[in-house]
């Protein structure tokens, strides 16, 4: 009998390591169809797709954090390294770029 409630009370621990909230969410068809093509390969059910993608945009919401100060440095590094040859570029850049690319 002893066994048999370590056995409940380890279950009871794993299931609430992987405690789930219910939820309810609206996608459209496009959304359900993108989702589908992304990760509906195999057998997996939509909920389990809206999962894949919430947890892949978390990640890189992480790495975009992480990367942030990096980025900054890098971009302020950049600050006044290059000259433009021209004197009113931030007003006529749409003609310079036209030029550039003609």
Not at 12 to 25: A, P
Not at 53 to 75: M, W
């Amino acid at each position: 009998m002893s066994q048999m409630s370590k056995f409940t009370r380890n279950m009871i621990r794993y299931e609430r390591s992987l405690l789930l909230l219910n939820t309810q969410v609206q996608l459209t068809e496009n959304q359900v169809q993108s989702l589908s093509e992304l990760y509906g390969q195999g057998n997996e059910s939509i909920d389990v797709s809206v999962q894949r993608a919430i947890e892949q945009s978390l990640k890189a919401q992480q790495i975009v954090g992480k990367d942030r100060y990096s980025a900054y440095r890098q971009a302020a590094g950049v600050i006044g390294k290059y000259r433009a040859k021209c004197k009113n570029i931030s007003v006529q850049h749409d003609l310079y770029l036209n030029e550039a690319w003609l």
